[in-house]
């Protein structure tokens, strides 16, 4: 038997908890259906030299403060899924894991939840808060079948000891391709390659800084102002001190991206080549949103039309925490707890 709900949230992660709590402080009834097997989202997959952009002041979710780290100033990704956790158990989250859900479909007055293995929920509305994790994006770059080395995406990597004393090239010039670049700097033959010039920014910008310009973008937009640029205004890595020492130690030194892959390793549009033990793709995510497409949401693009985080063709629907398309820097920490808020206060009028 179908179990009812008002909101169901699908995802467990930093947006799903955060939703959550705004859900509980609303009064409504509802449940968080989370794919992974233990507390913290996508932060334990990842690789342990992984570091936040900001102080963990400055990186927290709404109603708790994320204490510091001892000895760092920027806190690692176990000190994350540690805070996520606390977090969820401090509210007493509702979170049900592990479940995957297989579809969303419109079903009279509610939303039916199909999952893969817990059954069915009926709600009154859904915020979907998956994340893109789940979705690494690898480019259709020629030769690729042809390599002969290892390739693997940021998903995959977890340091830098399986690749010490081998030639490694890494794909990507945002903020995992150039702490992983940073990372492997030292024990292996690396090649660092970008789709232009690495635009590092201000050694003394953080996350706070950047959601404050994010937000100023979004506010400028709503406003009919003039386009800031918001983040992207002021570069694409963030220099935190792993990425700041190996940059001025001169061993960040990017190569403009190459036009093929050969089977021992890259080769550029003039001909030259670099031999490559493994490719390293630090190219990037696509949201993860299989499980609405029974809904038929998307539009030519393949993009869910929105308006904040409310689906366009079907307003009982939330996205939560996919990017600035569903509320200025809502896919980080300090930024979701904003958007998280005013969708469930628009899910609570609608119910109502």
Same mark, same amino acid.
């Given at each position: ?26 009064? @409504?009834?509802?449940?968080? /259906? ?5 507390? !913290?989202?996508? *932060? ?9 952009? #900001? ?15 001892? !000895? ?24 049900? &894991? %592990? ?16 999952? $893969? ?15 893109? *994790?789940?979705? %690494? ?8 079948? $042809?390599?002969? +080395? ?34 492997? =700097? ?5 090649? *660092? ?24 973008? &979004? ?14 205004? /002021?570069?694409?890595?963030? =220099?935190?001190?792993?990425?700041? $020492? ?20 890259? $080769? ?5 080549? =670099? ?5 390293? *793709? ?6 993860? @949103?299989?499980? @609405?497409?029974?809904? +038929? ?21 939330? /996205? ?8 200025? =820097? #809502?896919?980080? /920490? ?14 609570? !009028?609608?119910?109502?």
């Amino acid at each position: 038997m179908a179990r009812r709900t008002d909101v169901v949230v699908i995802g467990g992660g930093q947006s799903g908890l955060v939703a959550g709590y705004h859900l509980r402080r609303l009064g @409504l009834d509802f449940v968080i /259906l989370d794919a992974q097997s233990a507390p !913290g989202g996508a *932060w334990p997959h990842t690789w342990d030299s992984l570091r936040l952009f #900001s102080p963990a002041a400055y990186s927290s979710l709404p109603g708790r403060l994320m204490p510091p780290q001892p !000895g760092e100033t920027y806190p690692d990704a176990a000190h994350v899924a540690a805070y996520l956790s606390a977090y969820e158990q401090r509210y007493e989250l509702p979170v049900h &894991r %592990p479940v995957r859900v297989s579809g969303v479909h419109r079903d009279g007055a509610r939303l039916r939840v199909e999952t $893969e293995n817990s059954g069915t929920w009926l709600g009154r509305a859904v915020i979907s808060a998956t994340g893109t *994790w789940s979705r %690494p994006f690898v480019p259709a770059v020629p030769g690729r079948a $042809e390599f002969t +080395g290892t390739q693997l995406h940021t998903v995959e990597y977890d340091g830098p000891a399986a690749f010490a004393g081998k030639r490694v090239t890494v794909v990507g010039g945002g903020n995992s391709g150039a702490q992983i670049a940073a990372d492997l =700097a030292h024990g292996t033959e690396l090649t *660092w390659v970008t789709l232009r010039e690495p635009r590092y920014l201000a050694d003394d910008i953080d996350g706070r800084a950047l959601f404050d310009h994010a937000t100023a973008r &979004r506010r400028a937009l709503d406003e009919g102002r003039t386009d800031t640029g918001g983040v992207a205004s /002021l570069g694409d890595i963030v =220099a935190v001190p792993p990425v700041r $020492e190996a940059r001025d130690a001169g061993l960040l030194k990017a190569q403009p991206m190459f036009a093929r892959l050969t089977t021992t390793g890259v $080769e550029w549009a003039d001909g030259t080549r =670099a031999d490559s033990d493994a490719i390293i *793709w630090c190219t990037g995510f696509r949201p993860a @949103l299989a499980h @609405l497409a029974p809904l +038929g949401l998307r539009g030519p693009r393949g993009h869910i039309p929105t308006a904040g985080t409310q689906a366009l063709g079907e307003p009982r629907v939330h /996205l939560l925490g996919y990017g600035d398309w569903t509320g200025p =820097a #809502s896919a980080t /920490l300090i930024g979701v707890g904003r958007p998280a808020r005013e969708a469930a206060r628009s899910i609570a !009028g609608l119910l109502s």
